[in-house]
């Protein structure tokens, strides 16, 4: 199904179809208001989920109590504070007052059904990913960065790859993937002193660097496993979302992919292709070794009937 555009989007979309055409201004939506007053704020999962009962329940969450809102939205009445200082309000007062004039409005036009916002806004962080997607591909119009990247990972052996708390499910799928065409890969989904120990022994056994991925909400046991990766004398490759910061400036290269934040939950559509494009760029630094460990594990793939489809 089609994505529908708001307001603004349809405007410029008309613009753009016929060149030089006034198109009248459209008064947004209340749902679009609401929206407006979370965008270019990072929230935490428990915030995204004060910000989605707002939307869906405008009408009637914007003449909540802090207390009904919070039991409502299943968060402790600290969070929906915390919630409204971080989108630069002075306490959960002036931000009712500041959505109480929208749910009115929308009262008075009859908005859409419940389900019809939900249903938009889902495609809207569809449509945000899209939009990293593209942002993405115009990093990659230039590829010699990740082209050199994937040279260097693929002459260290052992090459260790992290990700911790949020981030260990893009380290286990790079893992799981550079293991078919690199011959000794270690993974790392712990801090602390496990990490560490991986750390010394991947730098001991020869290993010159380690590649990281660092998504939201940013871990400080990720900063210090890298600070740990450097004093074991590896160099540090950086995934993450960030383009500055104490991460960055921990490693050595950083490349940066935006995530999706609309959902309670962030999405990773660009982090993941940036990964694959990693794994491309090593598999193409090695291509003899690359072809005969891949032809090796679809022997040992079809002898031992590992999937359904051989």
């Known amino acids: 199904m089609p994505s529908v555009p708001s307001g603004q989007q349809a405007r410029a979309q008309a613009a753009a179809i016929t060149p030089g055409l006034q198109v009248p201004e459209v008064e947004p939506t209340p749902a679009e208001r609401v929206r407006a007053l979370f965008g270019g704020h990072r929230l935490s999962p428990g915030q995204r989920r004060i910000a989605q ?13 802090i207390t009904e809102l919070a039991e409502r939205a299943g968060v402790s009445q600290p ?19 500041a959505l109480q004039p929208i749910a009115l409005s929308a009262i008075a036009a009859a908005p859409d059904s419940r389900e019809e916002i939900r249903r938009n806004e889902l495609q809207a962080a569809i449509d945000a990913e ?11 119009g230039d590829p ?8 260097q990972l693929a002459r260290s052996v052992p090459l260790t790859v992290l990700g911790l708390r949020i981030s260990v499910s893009l380290a286990e799928y790079f893992a799981y993937a550079a293991r078919r065409i690199h011959p000794d890969v270690r993974l790392v989904t712990r801090g602390g002193s496990v990490a560490y120990d991986t750390l010394l022994q991947a730098g001991e056994a020869g290993g010159s660097w380690v590649l990281a991925f660092a998504m939201p909400r940013h871990a400080k046991e990720t900063l210090s496993a890298l600070s740990a990766a450097r004093r074991a004398g590896l160099r540090v490759a950086l995934i993450t979302d960030l383009t500055m910061g104490p991460l960055v400036e921990a490693a050595d290269v950083a490349l940066t992919a935006p995530t999706g934040s609309r ?16 794994l491309q760029a090593m598999a193409d630094a090695e291509p003899e070794r690359t072809q005969a ?12 009937e590992f999937f359904l489809d051989d």
């Open 130 to 140: 899209i939009e990293n997607l593209e942002n993405l591909r115009r990093v990659l």
């Open 263 to 278: 959902l309670v939950f962030d999405s990773y559509a660009a982090p993941g292709v940036l990964s694959a494009a990693v």
């Open 293 to 304: 460990r891949l032809e090796r594990y679809e022997q040992v793939a079809m002898q031992h």
């Open 53 to 65: 009962y707002l939307v869906d329940h405008l009408t009637e969450a914007a003449f909540l109590s």
């Open 144 to 151: 010699e960065r990740i082209l050199e990247l994937g040279r």
């Open 79 to 97: 969070s929906v504070t915390r919630f409204a200082g971080a989108l630069g309000y002075s306490g959960y007062p002036a931000l009712r007052e």
